[in-house]
Nanobody, 126 residues
Framework: QVQLVESGGGLVQAGGSLRLSCAAS????????MGWFRQAPEKERDFVAA??????????NYADSVKGRFTISRDNAKNTVYLQMNSLEPEDTAVYYC?????????????????WGQGTQVTVSS
């Protein structure tokens, strides 16, 4: 079992920035696949970003709506994945979820991920 705990959500003005953190426990972190998803009221849970990495290299994928604004990164020493969100827009308002999958390789599908955090609320005001 893998446990994921998100933090860093909150209220921010449009154009501002937030940094979400996802601390993982229960499994080795040297090679993994993790992603961020978000769900707005009455909307589907949508893909935001994903990262697959080894100690040697990593790869990332982003939803078109966040390219150039969001960055997914990691700190292996802390077993933590981050989502740096810049130039936030009201449309980014949602509950953000951290997710991990057993298989190695990025995916944009909710069903591909095996473990989920409880979510953290991000609200962007106009």
């Amino acid at each position: 079992q893998v446990q994921l705990v998100e933090s860093g959500g909150g209220l921010v003005q449009a154009g501002g920035s937030l940094r979400l953190s996802c601390a993982a426990s229960g499994r080795a972190f040297s090679r993994s696949t993790m992603g961020w998803f978000r769900q707005a009221p009455e909307k589907e849970r949508d893909f935001v970003a994903a990262m697959t990495w080894t100690w040697a290299e990593s790869s990332t994928n982003y939803a078109d709506s966040v390219k150039g604004r969001f960055t997914i990164s990691r700190d292996n020493a802390k077993n933590t994945v981050y989502l740096q969100m810049n130039s936030l827009e009201p449309e980014d308002t949602a509950v953000y979820y951290c997710a991990a999958r057993e298989r190695y390789g990025s995916s944009r599908s909710v069903s591909a991920y095996d473990y989920w955090g409880q979510g953290t609320q991000v609200t962007v005001s106009s």
